[in-house]
Nanobody, 123 residues
Framework: QVQLVESGGGLVQAGGSLRLSCAAS????????MGWYRQAPGKPREQVAI???????VYTESVKGRFTIWRESAKNTVTLQMNTLVPEDTAVYYC?????????????????WGQGTQVTVSS
């Protein structure tokens, strides 16, 4: 099992910045992707930013140029720096990790989620 513990989040005015951090612990061997999703009230959960298995950052269109994600594999952490926040960024943000375990011909995929942290941007 993998545990994901998030920190950061909170209340900020529009135009402000916040940083979210997530640390993975437990059986972290095999984690190849880490990133962040978010869910606003009444909306489905959406991918915000993720670091792929080849360490390429991928962002959803609405956050490009404002958010930056990076991963430190040695520490099993992923961080999301959020700048120029807007009220539409208000949501619960979830840390995500994917692990691939097993031989190539029979690999199993496991997905893990943090407990979520609230980000509120006031106008």
């Amino acid at each position: 099992q993998v545990q994901l513990v998030e920190s950061g989040g909170g209340l900020v005015q529009a135009g402000g910045s916040l940083r979210l951090s997530c640390a993975a612990s437990g059986r972290t061997f095999g984690i190849d992707r880490m990133g962040w999703y978010r869910q606003a009230p009444g909306k489905p959960r959406e991918q915000v930013a993720i670091v792929t298995e080849d360490y390429r950052p991928v962002y959803t269109e609405s956050v490009k140029g404002r958010f930056t994600i990076w991963r430190e594999s040695a520490k099993n952490t992923v961080t999301l720096q959020m700048n120029t926040l807007v009220p539409e960024d208000t949501a619960v943000y979830y840390c995500y990790a994917r692990a691939l375990i097993g031989p190539v011909e029979r690999v199993n995929e496991y997905e893990y989620w943090g407990q979520g942290t609230q980000v509120t941007v006031s106008s």
